[in-house]
């Protein structure tokens, strides 16, 4: 495994925080660690963006705003998830993680699935060239085939990213394995492995399978990890 540095890992985390009892104090840590340490973005739930964006603004950080939307299910209608993403965008969400309609995949609508996607592409991508969208599939729960089909579906959609994982989900979150399939079939898109990455040796080991961004609520622990030399880089 090639060597990644403290700062280089940090700056593929999305530093999150989606339980749903976080409170203020909470998110205002996360925001403070995600600075610190130099994270790609910070991750919440709707309900505290703005309170995010502005603390991010006020510290001139480069850090940015990831939501997600239709979280965690994914099994709303395309307008209730239009709806999210445009009110994200209003209140300063730089990066949107929607979930896919799974239920939708699982029962063969593809298109269906596909333009649900493509309706939100349309809307983040209008707002400006700077803002993605990264498509939440929950690997763990689909087929190889499903996997693949999902990939090529939001790759067709326009979408930035595929991502393995809401990270609630009873099936589990990211695998190596997936995270190898995604990036394999993303058809241009790229790949954010997120469920349960807590320590230095998981998460370089999935940047090596293919992650170009991470999802975690234990950044602190795994730049900690990768400053003291305790991780498994080989």
């Not at 403070?32 to 910070?42: I, K, N, R, S």
């Not at 593809?110 to 707002?127: P, Y």
């Not at 241009?188 to 040796?201: L, N, Q, T």
Request: one cysteine or more; proline letters at 4%.
């Amino acid at each position: 495994m090639s060597k990644v540095s403290p700062s280089q890992l940090a700056a593929c985390i999305d530093h999150t925080l989606l339980k749903p009892e976080a409170t203020a104090w909470q998110i205002d840590q996360l925001c403070d660690q995600a600075v610190e340490l130099g994270c790609w973005a910070v991750c919440v739930n709707l309900f505290w963006l703005p309170r995010v964006a502005e603390r991010l603004a006020c510290s001139n950080s480069p850090v940015k705003v990831d939501v997600p939307v239709a979280y965690p299910t994914g099994a709303i209608p395309t307008a209730l998830k239009v709806a999210q993403v445009r009110w994200a965008l209003d209140h300063g969400a730089d990066e949107i993680d929607m979930v896919a309609n799974i239920g939708a995949l699982c029962d063969s609508q593809d298109q269906l699935v596909q333009d649900d996607i493509a309706a939100l592409v349309e809307v983040v991508h209008t707002a400006s060239a700077d803002k993605l969208l990264k498509v939440i599939l929950e690997t763990a729960a689909l087929t190889t085939d499903q996997k693949i089909l999902a990939c090529r579906l939001a790759a067709t959609a326009g979408a930035d990213f595929v991502k393995t994982s809401t990270g609630t989900h009873p099936a589990g979150g990211a695998s190596l394995q997936d995270v190898r399939l995604l990036a394999k079939h993303a058809g241009g898109m790229k790949v954010k492995a997120a469920g349960g990455i807590r320590d230095a040796e998981t998460a370089l080991a999935m940047i090596e399978a293919g992650a170009e961004r991470l999802g975690t609520s234990a950044s602190p622990v795994i730049i900690s990890q990768l400053s003291q030399g305790k991780n498994a880089a080989h």
